[in-house]
T-cell receptor
Framework: DTEVTQTPKHLVMGMTNKKSLKCEQHMGHRAMYWYKQKAKKPPELMFVYSYEKLSINESVPSRFSPECPNSSLLNLHLHALQPEDSALYLC??????????????FGEGSRLTVL | GEDVEQSLFLSVREGDSSVINCTYTDSSSTYLYWYKQEPGAGLQLLTYIFSNMDMKQDQRLTVLLNKKDKHLSLRIADTQTGDSAIYFCAEKTGANNLFFGTGTRLTVIP
């Protein structure tokens, strides 16, 4: 199993809603990532979890709250988002976060629209 | 900070070779990568090269790295319509982060 599975594939939410994006991998990887990708732009790193601990937060607003319940799961909790937060949210995993060639395996993404 | 630049667009005819170029600024990069993204999809790793190598070949793909000029290229031989996509180069900076280039949209004309 070399897949990173993200749900939902599409999400439309209002600015007062609370929702969550979910990501799962069963490759035994110990590093998991959230990236944000706006249209026609490259992915930008938001968060990195390494061995279930938050290791990188790229100054992301607190309306985005990551959670790593165990080594296979990564959530992104969304609250009070703005329309400019509409984007494709990509989850990725890698074997570990400490070195090596660090190949990232990406999910298909969750396309978020904030009304 | 990191700055990874690519040409935005490239069009080639089916069967020709495509060359996608990338320049980066961080000389401490350890690995450099090429990812492919089809419309509405996630990113698929195509190949990577360690920074002490200058060439890597993998079937139709050839990666060239000029570390002195901080220039990376991806050559796709015998380009097919299924190769139409956006191609991102990326550099590994630090233990846990990939920094992506601006992306090149490759269009293959039948």
């Amino acid at each position: 199993d070399t897949e990173v599975t993200q749900t939902p594939k599409h999400l439309v939410m209002g600015m007062t809603n609370k929702k969550s994006l979910k990501c799962e991998q069963h490759m035994g990887h110990r590093a998991m990532y959230w990236y944000k990708q706006k249209a026609k732009k490259p992915p930008e790193l938001m968060f990195v979890y390494s061995y279930e601990k938050l290791s990188i937060n790229e100054s992301v607003p607190s309306r985005f709250s990551p959670e790593c319940p165990n080594s296979s799961l990564l959530n992104l909790h969304l609250h009070a988002l703005q329309p400019e937060d509409s984007a494709l949210y990509l989850c990725a995993s890698s074997q570990d976060g400490t070195g090596g060639h660090g190949e990232l395996f990406f999910g298909e993404g969750s396309r978020l629209t904030v009304l | 900070g990191e700055d990874v630049e690519q040409s935005l667009f490239l069009s080639v005819r089916e069967g020709d070779s495509s060359v996608i170029n990338c320049t980066y600024t961080d000389s401490s990069s350890t690995y450099l990568y090429w990812y492919k993204q089809e419309p509405g999809a996630g990113l698929q790793l195509l190949t990577y090269i360690f920074s002490n190598m200058d060439m890597k070949q993998d079937q139709r793909l050839t990666v060239l790295l000029n570390k002195k000029d901080k220039h990376l290229s991806l050559r796709i031989a015998d380009t097919q319509t299924g190769d139409s996509a956006i191609y991102f180069c990326a550099e590994k900076t630090g233990a846990n982060n990939l920094f992506f280039g601006t992306g090149t949209r490759l269009t293959v004309i039948p």
